[in-house]
């Protein structure tokens, strides 16, 4: 059955982050594709040129899950609320992964957006909590259901 395996559809994990901590988001997208799911980071997958807003709308109208890194900096980059409330709007899973805040200090700050409040909050040191239960997504439906 290694054929049906591999007509299975990827599961899509959209990469949010700042483009200061691309490194990172790096480091998390290889984790990510160890897993045997596809991750989008904009670096990696935009052309010099191209649409940008329109290709990570593309994206995020496919992706199955979201996790955004936050970090200081990354609280007062539009780009992450963008791509937080299109995961939202379409009820898939957000995993925000933090780097140098707490839970309860991106809890305390009134403009952080409820829908991130709600979430899974993990310190990046806990990231394996995140790629334990990608594994099983992956191999339980590869990219299907939005579980």
């Not at 200061?20 to 160890?34: D, L, N, S």
């Not at 979201?66 to 995993?95: K, M």
């Not at 403009?111 to 991130?116: D, K, R, T």
Request: aromatic letters at 6%; one cysteine or more.
């Amino acid at each position: 059955m290694a054929q049906e395996s591999a007509e299975r559809p990827e599961r899509l994990v959209f990469v949010s982050h700042t483009g200061q901590h691309t490194w990172v988001a790096k480091q998390i997208a290889r984790e990510i594709e160890a897993c045997g799911a596809k991750p989008f980071l904009d670096d990696a997958e935009l052309d010099a040129g191209a649409d940008f807003e329109e290709d990570i709308r593309k994206f995020l109208e496919r992706a199955h899950e979201l996790a955004v890194l936050l970090t200081p900096w990354a609280l007062d980059r539009t780009y992450v609320w963008i791509e937080s409330g299109a995961a939202w709007g379409r009820r898939i899973p957000i995993v925000a992964l933090l780097l140098g805040i707490t839970p309860g200090e991106l809890q305390s700050r009134p403009v952080v957006p409820v829908l991130l409040k709600k979430r899974d909050l993990l310190q990046l040191n806990d990231i394996e909590l995140l790629l334990e239960q990608l594994r099983r997504r992956v191999e339980r439906h590869g990219s299907g259901d939005r579980e």
